[in-house]
């Protein structure tokens, strides 16, 4: 009798822990549903959203739907890899946003789609700027070829009230980051792309779902490259910003409004009082990107005449170098030549009599590879300039931070323009003097911060403001950046005045995306989106598995992934089997 009822409470005991155990996951999870929390063991929170893309998914007011591409049995490993990457960041975002974001992914190769179905999704995925990569991989002496869509389609929907009805709006994203140092499938350049997910998806997302948007404005008045020839530039500022255009006229206070100011090329004198307006708006907070060349010379001119005079642009012409100076930044009137550079057309003769076209490399355009030491200039492609100047700090203001941010190459030829400097294109004739190249990385474009001395401190101000206890000796925290060409920004105009993408040199017929992506981190970084700006600058350790290891100890290491866990398994069963059986066997 006492062996039965002590039975029965054993079992009582048993079921009631059991209970209790079912009670506590049940209340987990209906816990975890509300509340969420994820522990990253990772050193470089490779699994951790920042704190701004955790903010505008929780600020969505429309509904996100994204299709991804990126799927496939046919996929190669590091695709795999890097659409589980996707999926997992898609996932926490779904968190974050609630029921507002939801996704998908579509294998556009599948046979379940018809090849008509196919050509016309091919199609409008390309008018969205969305091209396939061709994957070649190596299996065992054999060469397979992988037509891959490492890229997205955002779906934005909300509801117009003043329309009174749904609005839908759509852009595609290209997930594959598309860096010149790097093939576009190497290791590499996947682990780039898949620590730029998080950036890459969100920046998307804000883009598409901002309704006010902040403005800034192109100056005007002093023979700034007007509005046909920086429209590219400006369609795609467009999607952050609105844009303004106008003159200054020495009216106190007009750039207030502004979130940031672009003087892009100018090329005639600027009035004092433009001076002051400008210099009083950084003052009070005020951003500026400068491109300005420091020498005065056409590409126009030398193509007309087959030479053209480089003339010094800064203190003669423009006479913003006090401007400039007091910031702590110089402009140099000299001519960078760089063995890399690009390639500029001429129509020649052959030895046959015939005349064509010939490509020649023109030391007078240098291509800027970035040191990816900064968020504005990390993981950009080449920077095609024209007929740059080298740019130096000046002073030593404390409070002011300067950063390099663009840089010629090793090989670098300073020619200083003190008098007329003839630019002929008999000089792509002749080879060039090596130890003429003798200089290295010479800064052409600089990032000011700080808090920056007013240019007009100490002088009379009566004939510029009124009320002079607006005037600021010192402006509140801001920052600037000053690149030592104005062409960076320039766009292709057709003789029918089409324009050509911002990217495409006419010269060369190649497309540097460098430009833009440059500029548009730049202006990025002007406005405060720092919390934009800080997803590109997140980095992932690449640690990646020697393959000849690999290769040669597959079989062991099959071994152990797959029937090693299964062997401990088994014996701690046995253990504990044989622990049981002994403790119950002496009771």
């Avoid at 080449?382 to 740059?388: D, K, S």
């Avoid at 840089?407 to 008098?419: A, E, F, S, Y």
């Amino acid at each position: 009798m006492v062996i039965i009822l002590g039975t029965k409470k054993l079992k009582y005991k048993q079921f009631k822990n059991l209970g209790l155990i079912l009670l506590f996951i049940i209340a987990l999870n209906l816990f975890s549903a509300f509340f969420f929390k994820r522990i990253d063991l990772t050193a470089e929170k490779r699994y951790t959203l920042t704190d701004y893309t955790k903010e505008q998914l929780k600020n969505v007011n429309g509904q996100i739907f994204i299709t991804v591409f990126l799927d496939g049995k046919d996929l190669p490993l590091l695709f795999k890899k890097f659409k589980n990457s996707t999926k997992e960041i898609l996932d926490v975002f779904k968190i974050y946003a609630r029921q507002n974001l939801n996704y998908e992914f579509i294998d556009l190769t599948s046979d379940k789609f018809s090849d008509k179905e196919k050509e016309l999704r091919f199609e409008e995925l390309y008018y969205m700027g969305i091209v396939p990569v061709e994957d070649t991989e190596l299996k065992q002496g054999q060469e397979t070829k992988t037509l891959i869509f490492p890229a997205a389609v955002i779906t934005y929907s909300y509801y117009d009230i003043q329309a009174d009805s749904m609005v839908s709006r759509s852009v595609g994203l290209n997930l594959l980051n598309n860096d010149p140092n790097f093939e576009q499938s190497s290791p590499e350049n996947i682990n780039n792309s898949v620590q730029n997910l998080e950036y890459a998806f969100i920046n998307e997302i804000v883009k598409i779902s901002k309704n006010k948007k902040p403005q800034i404005a192109f100056v005007e008045g002093h023979g700034e490259l007007s509005e046909i020839y920086v429209a590219e530039i400006q369609n795609i500022l467009s999607e952050y910003y609105k844009i303004m255009r106008g003159k200054i006229n020495g009216i106190y206070g007009i750039l207030d409004e502004f979130e940031a100011i672009v003087i892009a090329k100018p090329t005639k004198e600027f009035s004092k009082e433009d001076k002051f307006v400008i210099d009083q708006y950084i003052m009070n907070g005020g951003k500026v990107l400068w491109l300005v060349d420091g020498v005065d010379i056409s590409m126009d001119s030398v193509y007309s005449y087959e030479r053209a005079f480089a003339m010094p642009a800064l203190p003669q012409v423009l006479k913003i170098d006090d401007l400039l100076f007091t910031y702590g930044i110089r402009i140099n009137t000299d001519l960078l030549q760089d063995a890399y550079s690009s390639t500029i057309m001429l129509k020649g003769t052959s030895i046959t009599g015939e005349v064509r076209n010939h490509w020649y490399q023109w030391y007078y355009f240098p291509l800027l590879v970035t040191l990816n030491n900064h968020v504005i200039n990390r993981y950009i492609d080449l920077v095609r300039t024209e007929f740059i100047s080298s740019i130096d700090t000046v002073g030593n203001n404390s409070d002011v931070k300067r950063t390099v941010l663009l840089t010629t190459t090793n090989l670098t030829r300073k020619i200083g323009i003190n008098i007329p400097w003839q630019v002929d294109f008999k000089e792509i004739n002749e080879a060039p003097q090596q130890n003429l190249f003798n200089q290295a990385d010479l800064p052409v474009a600089y990032l000011l911060e700080g808090e920056f001395p007013s240019a007009f401190k100490g002088r009379i101000i009566d004939n510029y403001l009124q009320n002079k206890s607006l005037f600021k000796e010192k402006s509140e925290p801001t920052k600037m950046i000053v690149v030592s060409d104005g062409d960076i920004i320039k766009n292709v105009v057709k003789s029918d005045n089409q324009t050509m993408p911002m990217s495409f040199d006419k010269y060369s017929l190649y497309n540097y995306y460098g430009n833009q992506q440059f500029l548009l981190n730049a202006i990025n970084y002007l406005c405060d989106d720092e919390g934009l700006m800080m997803l590109r600058s997140r980095e992932f350790k690449l640690r990646l598995l020697d393959k000849s290891v690999v290769e040669n100890q597959k079989t062991l290491w099959q071994f152990l992934n797959l029937l090693l866990p299964i062997i401990v398994i088994i014996l701690i069963g046995f253990v504990m089997f044989f622990i049981r059986k002994n403790k119950y066997s002496k009771k």
